[in-house]
């Protein structure tokens, strides 16, 4: 899994950092880029109010009352990501791109080279192989997490603790751009 | 809209609790119930039994104002906190300065009282078989690089040097300090420098020890350390005669 | 592993098939469902939303050199909570959507099935059955045009969603 692009938005939906680590996408205007944010933040907030409905059954209430219910009780948090309902990721022919969501409404997304076993068989598949791959991207969703947490630790370090970096504002530290670097390589 | 909700706006969400709501809350008083909800239960005092809660008031035995001072164990406060505060008391100098230069020399005299006083708990905590007063330059940088530097920031300074050009002039150097490593100075800040108020502790220290001196930080960065900084320690004319006269 | 439901877009953004299925009883194999219930409900017109707009960001970001095939078609699924969304889209865009959960990977080849067997053999190789389904305003609320009601495709397409290891 290569890493194309990391991008940060706030609360509202503003993009807040954008770096495109290895290449491997279109290079957009920074305007477009904007936009680009807007939208990804617009479907994760209808995805939310899809989800229930798909199948009559509602799932994800419970599971978005207290993702983190147990911090009283075993003193320790399972899962930083927050992401229940909404968009979890994308899979398209070129790229894999992922939606992380901290419990404060920070989304963090990555867009990496996409899943080599799905994808690349350009040949009609049989069932049987269908079957036999079975959660391969579910995989690949894990892997994406891993990245994902360590990037909100940098965060959380490299961008919360900055008092120059005033909160909900485009992040230019460079010590952030190093952390961000050193992880992906 | 009822009354009640126009003179406790708070009081609005906290009255759509129901008793049933103590599971999800853990454990905690909860107004909409009462006493009630303060009760013991099997689950509350597991809670309590197995001190998985924090205890607020400083007077409890914990408290590091109950611990021996003249303990040797190392105290460790949590780094993240530790840059919270740090990261507020920038923010909080900044807002009241007029410029870097400024913005630095409040940092410097923040520090500064945290040198004088370290100091003397260093001193203290040496114990008074063992200590002995620096009296030489020398002596009092190695101290400080040693000792000092590491009761304070858990590590020994980088690097002690001397500078070729001017006898009075040392420099301590540091490859990460402490206190500025999560801080990244924005372009339009200049050479400013956070550990200024690192160079305060040094100069606290020194001019409590009588040894009068300018301690300013400087970023000289390397390769791998982006962040490494020089303390150059600038010491007045005055101590180099009273040094003459001493040792020659 | 569960298919929950398949939508059907026609290039006018309206809903014109909409298959859902109500997995009860998993050992006897039968599943009830319902058709053509929710075309006009906000699940369809929230998804259509989404779907359009993830494939305006997929067409964007994804390198313009590559051949135009490509671009038009690269989105290939989505995951929202615990539902994978599989989708394709034919050449005169007419969307084809599959929900599933999570442990399914790809579903393009079914989709492509529905499309190229299914959907051409009963539908527009049927000279009985419209292909163009736009909805025109007079049309009173109980009518079924603008919908597929072929009994035929309904049928073939639930034996063969329904023959499916994974459903």
Known sequence: ?185 | MSNEDIILPSASSLSTLSISDISRTGFGYNPSVGPASNSITPETSNILLNRKTITLTPTSANSIYDKNINSKKINEISLSSLSFLFCEIVNWSHKNSKGIQDLETRLNGLGYQIGQRFLELNKLREGFKTSKREIRIIEVLQFIHGTFWKSIFGKVANELEKSQDVTNEYMIIDNVPLISKFISIPKDYGNLNCAAFMAGIIEGALDSASFHADVTAHSVPLDGFPLRTVFLIKFDESLMIRESLRFS | MAIYSFFIFDRHCNCIYNREFTHLDHTNGTSVGQVNRNNDSNTSKLLFGILYSLKTISSKLIDSEESESIISNALKSFTIGNYRIHYLESLTRLKFVLVSDNDIDNLQTVLWELYSNYFIRNVVQNSLSPVEFKQSDDIKENETSGKINNSNFINETDDFLQSLPFF
């Open chain 1, 1 to 185: 899994m290569k890493v194309y692009s990391i991008y940060i938005l706030n609360k509202a939906g503003g993009l807040i950092y954008q770096n495109d680590v290895n290449a491997g996408l279109n290079k957009l205007s920074a305007n477009d880029y904007l936009v680009l944010a807007g939208t990804l933040h617009g479907v994760h907030a209808i995805s939310a109010r899809l989800n229930p409905t798909i199948n009559g059954k509602d799932t994800t209430s419970e599971a978005n009352a207290s993702p983190n219910a147990q911090i009283l009780t075993t003193g320790r948090f399972q899962d930083s990501n927050g992401n229940r309902s909404g968009l979890h990721s994308i899979e398209t022919d070129l790229f894999n791109l992922y939606v992380f969501q901290s419990l404060t409404g920070i989304k963090f997304i990555v867009i990496t080279s996409p899943n080599p076993v799905v994808y690349n068989i350009q040949t009609v598949k049989k069932r049987e192989d269908v079957i036999a791959s079975k959660g391969e991207l579910n995989k690949s969703y894990e892997e994406a997490n891993g990245v994902f947490k360590q990037l909100y630790v940098i965060y959380s370090d490299y961008v919360m603790k900055d008092p120059f970096y005033s909160l909900d504002m485009p992040i230019k530290s460079h010590l952030f751009d190093a952390k961000v670097k050193e992880l992906i390589s």
